[in-house]
Nanobody
């Protein structure tokens, strides 16, 4: 069973930055389109950002465009999410996962998750 482990969350003031890390087990990350997702209390999980298998394509939710950057290092089995200019509404548990079907499926939340969902990492933006 392949799993992902998210890390890098924490408490940050509005306007601050964090970098999230997603380590994927196994040796098949290079074949998987990956994404970051988040879930705030009382809300459904939503799409944040995605990156294609080799990193040639990226996509972002409108709410994070210009502030967040997704990247990946397949040699390190790791996907990153650089988050700048954080806002209180970014507060949520952040998860990573991916799929081997169409890249656009990640943004549509219609993908079949390749990895078992991890515990996520908590991001809290507050003064």
């Amino acid at each position: 069973q392949v799993v992902v482990v998210e890390s890098g969350g924490g408490l940050v003031q509005p306007g601050g930055s964090l970098r999230l890390n997603c380590y994927a087990s196994g040796s098949t990350l290079m074949f998987v389109n990956m994404g970051w997702f988040r879930q705030a209390p009382g809300k459904e999980r939503e799409f944040v950002a995605s990156i294609s298998q080799r990193g040639g394509a990226t996509d972002y939710a409108d709410s994070v465009k210009g502030r967040f950057t997704i990247s990946r290092d397949n040699a390190k089995n790791t996907v990153y999410l650089q988050m700048n200019n954080l806002k209180p509404e970014d507060t949520a548990v952040y998860y990573c996962n991916g799929g081997v079907t169409g890249f656009a499926d990640l943004a549509r939340m219609t993908f079949s998750n390749y990895y078992s969902w991890g515990q996520g990492t908590q991001v809290t933006v507050s003064s």
